[in-house]
């Protein structure tokens, strides 16, 4: 069965962090550049980071400095860790990869 599902959202506190993790089935993961998207209500979905299969990795300007992507290719595993959180990375986040949505996770950042 292919797919992805999103774990590790919550509520957290500005300045905060939370690390989300995805676990793919059913894809050829190492050979798969692998994406987080986000949504915030009333918004677009928005591309937050992705990894290339070799491990190059781009980041929203938003984010840069405080997001990191990694990838654990023995786990079929990508990560999303997130630092100094603002109230403005409140969303959803998604994990994607070719054509495949992940259900989502919520992130929210509040005091």
């Known amino acids: 069965q292919v797919q992805l599902v999103e774990s590790g959202g919550g509520l957290v506190q500005p300045g905060g962090s939370l690390r989300l993790s995805c676990a793919a089935s059913?894809?050829?993961?190492?050979?798969?550049?692998l994406n987080w998207f986000r949504q915030a209500p009333g918004q677009e979905r928005e591309l937050v980071a992705s990894i290339s299969r070799s491990g190059r990795t781009n980041y929203a300007d938003s984010v840069k400095g405080r997001f990191t992507i990694s990838r654990d290719n023995a786990k079929n595993m990508v990560f999303l860790q997130m630092n100094s959180l603002k109230s403005e990375d409140t969303a959803v986040y998604y994990c994607?990869?070719?054509?495949?949505w992940g259900q989502g996770t919520q992130v929210t950042v509040s005091s």
């Open positions: 059913g894809i050829l993961f190492s050979s798969s550049a």
């Open positions: 994607n990869s070719w054509n495949i």
